[in-house]
T-cell receptor, first 117, second 117 residues
Framework: AQTVTQSQPEMSVQEAETVTLSCTYD???????LFWYKQPPSRQMILVIR??????QNATENRFSVNFQKAAKSFSLKISDSQLGDTAMYFC??????????????FGKGTKLSVIP | EAGVAQSPRYKIIEKRQSVAFWCNPI?????LYWYQQILGQGPKLLIQ????????DSQLPKDRFSAERLKGVDSTLKIQPAKLEDSAVYLC???????????????FGPGTRLTVL
């Protein structure tokens, strides 16, 4: 079974600064996907960024980028130029296909990020 | 494009009562997921449907939980009878049909917060 570990329950960052959220995972699979999801206080889960395990290049989406270290099974999220709207729970998630078309997402426990004005 | 709709948004019941949640996925999305998110944890998959067939229900407590997706569109999740530990947010998500070598982005609804007293 896959496990996803987020070791930082809470973090804070000053507006306009940069913050990095950590995530490690455990799997014996070679092909899989990794994601960072954002869940603002309104609870609507939104995809922030994804990474295919077969790609060596780190994914970037505007102010969001990842540092994917496959051998170390590490997948951190960097948020640059933090904005007040970035305040939310951030979940790291792992996905692989597991038989009969099942695409189960396994989530970490989340990191609560607060952006301070 | 309308997102994933869920109702009700909040529900409070006594233990041993029954409750049902409704989900309407994004139009055209063949795959539908129900997740349970207990406070302080990441979402956990309960059941995955492909059209109106069950793909994965390995983590669904079948003695009290049931789900159906008639006609491959809307879905209902039922708990009967509810226990205190069922207090959680129940999230519905949908995606296009995931094919091998691709991934199906899951779009989440706002969730239903269930409190069992």
């Amino acid at each position: 079974a896959q496990t996803v570990t987020q070791s930082q329950p809470e973090m804070s960052v000053q507006e306009a600064e940069t913050v990095t959220l950590s995530c490690t995972y455990d799997t014996s699979e070679n092909n899989y996907y990794l994601f960072w999801y954002k869940q603002p206080p309104s609870r609507q889960m939104i995809l922030v960024i994804r990474q295919e395990a077969y790609k060596q290049q780190n994914a970037t989406e505007n102010r969001f980028s990842v540092n994917f270290q496959k051998a170390a099974k590490s997948f951190s999220l960097k948020i640059s130029d933090s904005q007040l709207g970035d305040t939310a729970m951030y979940f790291c998630a792992f996905m692989k296909q597991s038989g009969a078309g099942s695409y189960q997402l396994t989530f970490g426990k989340g990191t609560k990020l607060s952006v301070i004005p | 494009e309308a997102g994933v709709a869920q109702s009700p948004r909040y529900k409070i019941i006594e233990k041993r009562q029954s409750v049902a949640f409704w989900c309407n996925p994004i139009s055209g999305h063949a795959t539908l997921y129900w997740y349970q998110q207990i406070l302080g944890q990441g979402p956990k998959l309960l059941i995955q449907f492909q059209n109106n067939g069950v793909v994965d229900d390995s983590q669904l407590p079948k003695d009290r939980f049931s789900a159906e997706r008639l006609k491959g569109v809307d879905s209902t999740l039922k708990i009967q009878p509810a226990k205190l530990e069922d207090s959680a947010v129940y999230l519905c998500a949908s995606s296009l049909f995931p094919r091998r070598g691709t991934w199906g982005e899951q779009f989440f609804g706002p969730g239903t917060r269930l409190t069992v007293l």
